[in-house]
């Protein structure tokens, strides 16, 4: 048996498209004093820290070293992840981790990017088969709405199911303060919004982000002692089936599906729709919000666009109340991406996620996704697990 861990303390930055007012190695050091002003404790007491952003999109090795100053790790241990957009979650389940096996108390994860110094297009094109895997050539865009779009065929999912989903997450990032993307908009201005690659248009797609994050996870005897309401880590299941973008299947997400129940299972749940307070979902282009709803086990496949988005199941005043933070669709620094899922679902634990607090949260889901549709799933409880 591992030891109980939680998280004390979350940092990130004011996201942006541009960020010229900071190097990468300065919104690093700003989200981590943050980090440790939210936790109330000092860089001294950090143990080790577990890094990752995504370097190939920003062609720059060895981040591990030069961000030395940013993340004050001189002379601490220093472990570096990168999966693809799954980065950030990784990197949180490696801390996870670090803290669980007992090697260290207090263990710091930080993630971040600069975008607007990278070719993410580039990287994702070149990454890919030309021949076997053409989809990727068109960058995410291009698998997202083929695969949206034989779930529409099979299932009856339309565009606008999408634009809610959309409209959902862009508005419920008015509420805060470090989103990237904040603006109100309707239903109808997602639909009449640049087709981009058919059915997903421009206001269904994430963007590119300038940020970082950090979050501070320890062990139980000094959790307690550094946090009146932990965000204790109840389950981390990552899911890297898939080599190939060839391999994949594209009308349900098998990753996601394997991961979520493997954790439902770890953390005692059976029904995730009524037992989860909240949900902070990896979520790359709103067509994923429909179609994944699936694979999350909600609803029986297929049924999502009935019976979760229609129904208006997940907006802030429904029954699980996803993406309060306005989630990737609103804020996209892709190193950094899926470890701010996983500090704003602890913030809601936590009670600390201001404009966009959920009522008594008591458990929150947080996931990542990224690569050739792999999939990264946390569970947060109040409660120790």
Same mark, same amino acid.
């Given at each position: 048996?591992?030891?109980?861990?939680g998280?004390v303390?979350?940092?990130?930055?004011?996201?942006?498209?541009?960020?010229?007012?900071?190097?990468?190695v300065e919104l690093?050091?700003e989200?981590?004093?943050?980090?440790l002003d939210?936790a109330?404790?000092?860089?001294?007491?950090?143990?080790?820290?577990?890094?990752g952003?995504?370097?190939?999109?920003?062609?720059i090795?060895?981040?591990?070293?030069?961000?030395t100053?940013?993340?004050?790790?001189c002379m601490k241990?220093?472990?570096?992840?990168t999966?693809?957009?799954?980065?950030?979650?990784?990197?949180?389940?490696?801390?996870?981790?670090?803290?669980?096996?007992?090697?260290?108390?207090?263990?710091?994860?930080?993630?971040?990017?600069?975008?607007?110094?990278?070719?993410?297009q580039?990287?994702?094109?070149?990454?890919?088969?030309?021949v076997l895997?053409?989809d990727?050539?068109?960058?995410?865009?291009?698998?997202?709405?083929?695969?949206?779009?034989?779930?529409?065929k099979?299932?009856?999912?339309?565009?606008e199911?999408?634009?809610?989903?959309?409209?959902?997450?862009?508005?419920?990032?008015?509420?805060?303060i470090?989103?990237?993307n904040?603006?109100k908009?309707t239903v109808e201005?997602?639909?009449?919004?640049p087709?981009?690659s058919?059915? +997903?248009?421009?206001? $269904?797609?994430?963007?590119?982000?300038?940020?970082?994050?950090a #979050? /501070?996870?320890?062990?139980?005897?000094? =959790?307690?002692?550094?946090?009146?309401r932990?965000?204790?880590?109840h389950?981390?299941?990552?899911r890297?089936d898939y080599?190939?973008?060839?391999?994949?299947?594209?009308?349900?997400?098998?990753?996601l599906e394997?991961a979520?129940?493997?954790?439902?299972?770890?953390?005692?749940?059976?029904?995730?729709?009524?037992?989860?307070?909240?949900?902070?979902?990896y979520?790359?282009?709103s067509t994923?919000?429909?179609?994944?709803?699936?694979?999350f086990?909600?609803?029986?496949?297929?049924?999502?666009?009935k019976?979760?988005?229609r129904k208006? +199941?997940?907006?802030m $005043?429904?029954e699980?109340?996803?993406?309060p933070s306005?989630? #990737? /669709?609103?804020?996209?620094p892709?190193? =950094?991406?899926?470890?701010?899922r996983?500090?704003?679902?602890?913030?809601?634990?936590?009670?600390?996620?201001?404009?966009?607090?959920?009522?008594k949260?008591?458990k929150?889901?947080?996931t990542?996704?990224?690569?050739?549709?792999?999939?990264?799933?946390?569970?947060?409880?109040?409660?120790l697990?």
């Open positions: 048996m591992g030891k109980r861990v998280i303390g979350v940092g990130q930055t004011h996201h942006a498209a541009h960020r010229l007012d900071a190097s990468g690093i050091a989200a981590v004093t943050r980090a939210d109330d404790m000092s860089l001294e007491q950090v143990d080790a820290i577990v890094i952003n995504m370097d190939h999109f920003e062609n090795n060895y981040v591990d070293m030069w961000a100053d940013g993340l004050g790790s241990p220093v472990f570096k992840v999966t693809g957009g799954t980065t950030g979650t990784t990197v949180g389940a490696a801390a996870y981790y670090h803290a669980a096996s007992g090697l260290f108390d207090v263990v710091m994860a930080v993630g971040w990017e600069k975008n607007s110094e990278s070719d993410t580039a990287a994702i094109a070149t990454c890919a088969n030309p895997e053409r990727p050539f068109a960058g995410a865009i291009g698998p997202l709405a083929t695969e949206y779009s034989m779930y529409m099979a299932y009856g999912a339309t565009e199911d999408a634009a809610i989903v959309a409209a959902r997450d862009r508005n419920n990032a008015l509420n805060n470090y989103a990237h904040r603006m908009v201005d997602v639909l009449n919004s087709m981009l058919y059915p +997903v248009k421009f206001l $269904d797609m994430c963007p590119r982000s300038d940020g970082a994050c #979050v /501070i996870f320890a062990v139980e005897e000094k =959790a307690k002692k550094m946090c009146d932990p965000a204790w880590v389950a981390s299941v990552v890297h080599t190939h973008f060839g391999d994949l299947e594209w009308q349900w997400m098998p990753t394997r979520t129940l493997q954790a439902y299972k770890y953390a005692g749940i059976s029904n995730p729709l009524r037992e989860l307070d909240v949900a902070e979902l979520l790359p282009c994923c919000g429909v179609k994944w709803m699936d694979s086990w909600f609803c029986d496949r297929g049924e999502s666009p019976k979760i988005i208006r +199941v997940t907006e $005043d429904g699980l109340p996803i993406n306005g989630g #990737v /669709i609103a804020t996209n892709i190193g =950094a991406t899926a470890l701010i996983v500090g704003e679902a602890a913030w809601q634990i936590m009670g600390r996620a201001e404009g966009r607090q959920v009522p949260v008591k929150a889901l947080a990542g996704f990224g690569g050739c549709s792999w999939s990264d799933v946390f569970i947060l409880g109040a409660d697990p």
